[in-house]
């Protein structure tokens, strides 16, 4: 029994620990958009939206993996 509850926790904690990585990961990519925004008039090459669009998608992914989670555990709970 002791191993349903480990691997459930073990789950918990990967996802937990990947939310973690993509809000690392938005954060970082929010501070290279404005880098970006700062260095156009002297770069205009630099699309400043992309990293707006890829930190959205990371954050938009975030509460995808955070929803399934809430609403189904047994699909980051491997099966035995």
Same mark, same amino acid.
């Given at each position: 029994?002791?191993?349903?509850?480990?691997?459930?926790?073990?789950?918990?904690?990967?996802v937990r620990l990947l939310l973690?990585?993509?809000?690392? =990961?938005?954060?970082?990519?929010?501070? =290279?958009?404005? @880098?970006?925004?700062?260095?156009?008039?002297?770069?205009?090459?630099?699309?400043? *939206? @992309?990293? !707006?669009?890829?930190?959205?998608?990371?954050?938009?992914?975030?509460? *995808? =993996? !955070?929803?399934?989670? !809430?609403?189904?555990? !047994?699909? @980051?709970?491997?099966?035995?």
């Amino acid at each position: 029994m002791t191993g349903n509850q480990d691997s459930s926790a073990s789950s918990r904690d990967d996802v937990r620990l990947l939310l973690w990585d993509l809000a690392c =990961i938005a954060g970082t990519l929010s501070e =290279i958009a404005t @880098v970006w925004r700062r260095a156009r008039p002297y770069r205009p090459e630099l699309p400043a *939206v @992309v990293p !707006e669009q890829l930190a959205g998608a990371a954050r938009h992914l975030a509460s *995808v =993996i !955070e929803s399934l989670a !809430e609403l189904a555990p !047994e699909l @980051v709970t491997p099966a035995d």
